[in-house]
């Protein structure tokens, strides 16, 4: 019988990731994400259902998602679909959950933390980098053109993977 357990899901998370230290001393973080499930009922009207999943990113990849991750974040999570059971009080629990293989941040740490301004929330904005063309010199040649816009493009990302 053949099999394939493979999950994708876009979603927001609805509390900020908790790193851990497993007794093997691998890195783990939890992430609780909410994943809206859209569908029109009998009488045609549109529902949305948010969905709860819980998350296990191991490995190089749980201090990172620590570290940009927050509540609210939108991310991408690609791994397999686990099932756990347990015991509380006497009666079995039961409950889905995903081990990620790999989360995918959907929106920068810059946008998380920064305000409508475009500057740290809080914080006055930073005065941007308007560089003016070199006057020519009698004794210079003439100055190269400035550079192109993308030499300054503050909301460019510089993550470490």
């Known amino acids: 019988m053949a099999s394939y357990n493979r999950v994708i899901l876009v979603g927001n998370l609805t509390a900020d990731p908790e790193l851990n230290t497993a007794p093997s001393g ?12 859209r569908y029109k009922n009998a009488s045609g009207e549109w529902i949305e259902k948010p969905m709860y999943i819980d998350v296990s990113v191991w490995g190089n990849q749980a201090p990172p998602c620590k570290q ?9 999570v690609e791994g397999k679909l686990r099932y756990d059971t347990w015991e509380k009080e006497g009666q079995k629990r039961y409950k ?34 308007n560089p003016a063309p070199a006057k020519p010199t009698a ?23």
């Open 68 to 76: 940009y991750l927050s509540k609210g974040s939108p991310v991408l």
């Open 26 to 37: 691998n890195q783990v973080c939890e992430i609780r994400m909410a994943v809206n499930n």
């Open 96 to 129: 889905h959950s995903i081990t990620a293989d790999r989360v995918q941040f959907l929106s920068s740490p810059r946008q998380d933390q920064m305000g409508a301004s475009g500057a740290p929330s809080g914080a006055a904005a930073p005065p941007k980098a």
């Open 139 to 161: 004794s210079t040649q003439p100055a190269p053109p400035p550079p192109s816009s993308d030499a300054f493009d503050d909301e460019k990302d510089d993550l470490p993977f």
